[in-house]
């Protein structure tokens, strides 16, 4: 991809890897992290709402949630890497038309591209940071009211299609105060209840229910979805249910440092 003409002072017209090298300022830098930190999770949720949802793909679904989940990831990095990059040196232009002659503000070497091989690095280092993270692929995609959702890590066997007991209750709140309702990831629940999945109404001969936490809202929708009073095919989005996998690290400017320092 061509990328903008700045006025920023070239070093090279051209390096070995046919990559223009230009000067980026530290805070141009910073600028462009805080934009890619920022767009990582917003286009994450902006897929689950304007895609995934409408077209009833949820976290449940076996291989294809896993694959659209992947595919969902490696776009949002894409995206976040070239807004990065582009808002550094959008910055970076601000900068250098406000610059006076009498300007001794220290700058940095830095090589910046937009090349397939460069988003690959991005979007390969950011697969393997959000799993070391604790991620999951499908759990991008929106959840199913009558399925294990897109935060259900821990479960506890239910004993019948009776409500959970009193010393089941308080488990089950420790779980969701720790991994969130397992629908829509909320911690901030007073209690949850425990969900049976299958739901009794769904549960088929010789199934097994289990119980994962789930919060008051989540479990009055599901109700309503049950009683069929709404669609059956309605999933429950979490854009706003940020966990430490949708950190994005500043991997542009990653590269930029070892092609400058180690290479
Ligand atoms: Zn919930």
Redesign the pocket.
């Known amino acids: 991809m061509k990328l903008p003409s700045l006025n920023t002072r070239s070093v090279d017209s051209k390096d070995n890897q046919g990559t223009p090298v230009k000067l980026i300022s530290l805070r141009s830098v910073g600028v462009g992290s805080l934009v890619g930190f920022c767009t990582f999770p917003a286009t994450l949720g902006t897929l689950q709402i304007v895609l995934f949802s409408p077209l009833r793909l949820s976290c449940s679904i076996p291989v294809v949630s896993s694959v659209s989940g992947t595919l969902a990831v490696a776009t949002s990095v894409t995206v976040a890497s070239i807004a990065s990059i582009s808002a550094s040196l959008f910055y970076q232009r601000l900068e250098n038309s406000l610059a006076t002659k009498k300007d001794t503000r220290k700058e940095i070497s830095l090589r910046y591209s937009f090349s397939p091989v460069d988003l690959g690095f991005y979007t390969v280092a950011a697969g393997i940071t959000f799993k070391i993270a604790g991620g999951r692929f499908k759990s991008v995609l929106p959840s199913s009211f009558f399925k294990a959702g897109a935060f259900a890590h821990s479960c506890i066997p239910a004993k019948g299609q009776m409500y959970a007991t009193k010393k089941e209750k308080w488990l089950l709140t420790s779980l969701g105060r720790k991994y969130g309702?397992h629908?829509?990831g909320?911690r901030r629940s007073k209690f949850y209840f425990g969900d049976h999945i299958p739901p009794n109404t769904l549960l088929r001969k010789g199934e097994q229910q289990v119980f994962y936490p789930?919060?008051n809202?989540?479990s009055s929708l599901q109700g309503g979805l049950l009683s069929g009073n709404k669609s059956n095919f309605k999933l429950k989005t979490h854009a706003l249910s940020l966990r430490l996998y949708h950190l994005y690290l500043p991997f542009p400017f990653i590269l930029m440092a070892i092609r400058q320092f180690a290479i």
């Open positions: 309702c629908t829509c909320s789930q919060c809202q989540c």
